[in-house]
């Protein structure tokens, strides 16, 4: 077994251009994919930034998720236990338990029978656009409204009550809501969402949350936790692939080109997008807890171990010229979405919604551009998912 | 090519019947694995491996 190096660094977190991972970052997997991080807490542990060093470490079940043992790698927060019902957070049996309750929901099949309903979402943001005429915020106009409305399609939130889901979701998830606010709507939703969950343990239902509070064997807490799990797991994530996914083509104009001439699929350009900008760009997160040998590395209990699915992405030893946008090469393989038991459950719908959102955005607006200099578009890094704060575009 | 695949390792995350829509599919119910094919021509030969490696648990196995 080798011995800890000493002199743990910190996680690079600087970057030098707006789409690319900090330089030392990469510096660091080309030195050591597999070495010691010092967290902000001051403990030590591990960062993981090589392709298939991340991989193999998403694969192996003795890397733990239980969040009381999860130390962030940029915030000195203390470790707290997840909700019940935040299965994320859990290791097997448990997360077993509760991913099985979803895998059946959520099928290729089921998710592309959505399509339809996501296709109509998308035009009718796309109306109120044209309506308000150019330039327009993409963020609230359309980024963040589409995939909230989905979710509410998918677990079947009644339409009078999709105002106050949407309403709530969005300022929950909208970066510049200040804290206080954000905490009342984040306790609105819960209730809402509890409201929700009860009527349909009294009334059963046919759609997911019906689904989901029939099983009398959970709490009504647990299943409210579920479904709040969903929205906080899919909204903001998919809303910053929608946003940065398009600041991204606008400003790789040959790709964009190569797009919208056919020259590629939007199969192929959403999965390069994904692993181009892994939005998650500082995890996955695990722990350890008992002592074991990764890569001759030793794993000691009580560490935390970042996964940066980032730098994977962008590792030249599995993906040639990684930090050229390459709609012809596809992002097959990227990691964005994880890997293992925890991989994305959402992740057939997210490309649902990304394949629909771009291409109907590219498609109403053929001559779709911003409509302030580049530099002016602000990128959010202090958040724990990437994006833009908001986007002015014009066409 | 023989397919396997562990319905217990599955998590249900769809990779394969994206990848090889011929050879795999997910159950309506409890949304795991579903083999259609465990003999798939050499023609899916490429897809099929594609599949197996894109399993995120490792539940899809191959004997060549
Ligand atoms: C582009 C958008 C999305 C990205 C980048 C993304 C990314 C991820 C990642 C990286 C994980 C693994 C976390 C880990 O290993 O610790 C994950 C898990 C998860 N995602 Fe997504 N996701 C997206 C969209 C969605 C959507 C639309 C939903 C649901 C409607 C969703 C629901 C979930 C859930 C429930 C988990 C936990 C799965 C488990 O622990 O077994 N995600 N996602
Ligand atoms: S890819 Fe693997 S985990 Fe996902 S459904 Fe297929 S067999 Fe199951």
Redesign the interface.
């Known amino acids: 077994m080798t011995e800890v190096p000493p002199g743990a660094r910190p996680l690079p977190t600087t970057r030098t251009t707006p789409l690319d991972p900090p330089p030392e970052l990469l510096e660091r997997q080309r030195e050591c994919p597999v070495d010691r991080l010092r967290y902000p807490d001051g403990s030590e542990g591990w960062l993981i930034t090589g392709y298939d060093q991340v991989r193999a470490a998403l694969a192996d079940l003795r890397f733990s998720s239980r969040k009381e043992l999860l130390r962030s790698p940029v915030q000195p927060q203390e470790p707290s236990a997840a909700k019940p019902g935040f299965f994320v957070y859990t290791d097997p049996p448990e997360h077993t338990k509760y991913r099985r309750l979803l895998t059946g929901l959520f099928t290729l099949r089921r998710m592309n029978q959505l399509a339809e309903r996501v296709k109509e979402i998308a035009d009718d943001a796309l109306d109120a656009m044209e309506r308000t005429g150019p330039p327009v915020d993409l963020v609230p106009a359309y980024a963040l409204p589409l995939p909230s409305l989905v979710i509410c399609e998918l677990l079947g939130v009644p339409y009078e009550d999709r105002e106050v889901f949407q309403h709530n979701s969005t300022v929950i998830q909208d970066i510049n809501t200040p804290i206080e606010q954000a905490y009342a709507a984040l306790e609105e939703m819960q209730n809402f969402l509890a409201g929700l969950v009860e009527r349909r343990r009294a009334e059963p239902s046919d759609d997911m949350l019906g689904g989901l509070a029939a099983h009398e064997e959970l709490t009504v807490e647990e299943v409210t936790n579920v479904c709040f799990l969903l929205l906080a797991a899919g909204h903001e994530t998919t809303a910053n692939m929608l946003s940065l996914g398009t600041y991204a083509l606008l400003t790789n104009p040959d790709q964009l080109a190569l797009l919208r001439s056919g020259g590629t699929t939007i199969e192929a350009a959403v999965e390069e997008l994904m692993r181009y900008l892994t939005v998650n760009h500082y995890g996955p997160i695990r722990a350890v807890v008992d002592d074991f040998e990764f890569e001759g590395c030793p794993m000691k209990a009580g560490e935390t171990v970042t996964l940066s699915a980032f730098a994977a992405n962008r590792d030249p030893k599995h993906f040639a010229d990684p930090d050229r946008l390459d709609f012809v090469r596809g992002g097959r393989g990227q990691l964005s979405f994880g890997h293992g038991i925890h991989q994305c459950i959402g992740q057939q719908l997210a490309r649902i919604e990304m394949r629909i959102g771009f291409q109907a955005l590219l498609d109403r607006f053929p001559n779709l551009h911003l409509a302030v200099p580049q530099e002016d578009v602000s990128m959010r890094d202090s958040m724990l998912i990437y994006g833009v704060a908001s986007m002015p575009v014009a066409w | 090519m023989r397919v396997d695949v562990d319905r217990d390792r599955c ?5 394969c ?2 990848e090889a829509p011929e050879v795999f ?8 694995v579903v083999v259609l094919l465990t003999e798939p021509p050499d023609t899916l030969d490429d897809v099929v491996r ?1 599949a197996a ?2 399993c ?3 539940a899809v196995r191959l004997r060549e």
């Open positions: 998590c249900g995350a769809g990779m019947a994206l599919d997910q159950d309506e119910t409890d949304g795991l594609s490696e894109q995120p648990s490792g």
